[in-house]
């Protein structure tokens, strides 16, 4: 059979294709004639603020040089890609994580300080979502104190307040920014922890920095905190991009059963 004019001219179309060569020579290679360049490499954008500014992440980020409880050394090297894609070597990344439970960002379950409620199962995945999540007053705390009675009594916060973030002389410190712990943190007395027990319907405590006590009394603050099982504590608040006021606060902890801490990750909504 004779082949057509246009049949001879489709079949040398298909094989300069095929050849990989341009189909006449006057054409350049492909994406050079219309001089199209290769697209850039994508950016990562790391924000505390979104939606213009109506979200705010008040988690910090985790990072080596984080201060840990009484160390000089900070958190230290927390991330170690076990597996990796590098050359084809595996089909995925897999990270492992070292981390305390009381790491960065974190919320205290009653079993940290009471041995009979650890014993007894009171774990991170037995607090209220309920009490984690809903509308919460930030306050600002006179800077030249830890939380007395004196001054929790002077803050007038209102009975029906539910949640309330502490800010202090930590965040203007940024003692969060610091690898070596500083006991010289502000924290509650534990009569400053009393009266809030017994005078307010506080459940949720949220502070900026690692402990919701003042190093002095670090422990007796968190017994009377803890003793009944109401009161949840948000440790290490990143609180430098928000003013005072009411936000809706989300604060989840991970679902870590057995463990008597848990980081977690806290947005404020304004």
Not at 109 to 133: C, I, K, M, Q, S
Not at 237 to 263: K, Q
Request: charged share 25%; net charge negative.
């Amino acid at each position: 059979m004779e082949l057509t004019a246009m049949s001879l001219f489709l079949f040398l179309v298909v094989v300069a294709v095929a050849s990989g060569e341009p189909a006449h020579p006057g054409y350049e290679a492909h994406g050079e004639a219309c001089g199209l360049e290769a697209a850039p490499e994508p950016k990562p954008e790391r924000r505390e603020e979104f939606e213009g500014g109506r979200i705010v992440d008040i988690s910090h980020y985790y990072r080596p040089d984080m201060p840990a409880w009484e160390s000089g050394e900070g958190v230290g090297k927390f991330l170690r890609l076990a597996r990796s894609m590098t050359n084809g070597s595996d089909i995925a990344n897999f990270s492992d994580v070292l981390l305390t439970a009381h790491s960065g960002t974190h919320v205290d379950a009653p079993g940290h300080v009471f041995d009979h409620y650890y014993r007894a199962g009171f774990d991170v995945d037995t607090l209220d979502l309920a009490v984690l999540n809903g509308p919460a007053v930030l306050v600002d705390v006179p800077r030249d104190a830890n939380i007395t009675a004196a001054v929790m009594e002077s803050l007038h916060i209102p009975k029906g307040v539910r949640r309330v973030l502490f800010r202090t002389l930590n965040t203007d410190r940024k003692l969060m920014w610091k690898k070596e712990f500083d006991t010289s943190y502000v924290g509650f007395m534990k009569d400053g922890a009393q009266w809030l027990v017994d005078n307010t319907d506080i459940k949720l405590v949220g502070i900026d920095y690692l402990s919701v006590g003042a190093f002095a009394e670090c422990i007796p603050a968190h017994l009377v905190f803890l003793e009944k099982r109401e009161i949840i504590l948000v440790e290490a608040l990143n609180l430098e991009h928000v003013t005072p006021g009411v936000y809706t606060l989300h604060c989840l902890p991970l679902r870590l059963r057995g463990a008597e801490g848990s980081p977690a990750r806290c947005i404020l909504i304004k």
